[in-house]
């Protein structure tokens, strides 16, 4: 079982930045994919950024250079992190913080990210 934890959302101003912390902790091995999501009302939930199969690294179009994802694994935990900058009212959304490992995909319970002044 894997448990998987989200932290620092909130409530920041256009032009912002926030930092989101995600934890993935239990038996995890043969990481396929571990990445970030939103959800915004209405909305589809969509990638954000991710750390993909192969060693490669995604971004959404949206985030433009102005989110840097990043990540650390341990013994017994892998954690990453999504540095937001420049932050605009489109990015008001839940974040996700999600992992598929061994065939199984694990998601946080969100942190909610407002912009807004």
């Known amino acids: 079982q894997v448990q998987v934890v989200e932290s620092g959302g909130g409530l920041v101003q256009p032009g912002g930045s926030l930092r989101l912390s995600c934890v993935a902790s239990g038996t995890i091995s043969n990481i396929n994919a571990m990445g970030w999501f939103r959800q915004a009302p209405g909305s589809q939930r969509e990638l954000v950024a991710g750390?993909?199969?192969?060693?490669?690294?995604?971004?959404a179009d949206f985030t433009k250079g102005r989110f840097t994802i990043s990540r650390l694994d341990g013994k017994n935990a892998v954690n990453i992190w999504l540095q937001m900058n420049s932050l605009k009212p489109d990015d008001t959304a839940v974040y996700y913080c999600?992992?598929?490992?061994?065939?199984?995909?694990?998601w946080g319970q969100g942190t909610q990210v407002t912009v807004s002044s």
């Open positions: 750390f993909m199969s192969g060693g490669t690294t995604r971004y």
């Open positions: 999600n992992i598929d490992t061994d065939g199984h995909v694990y």
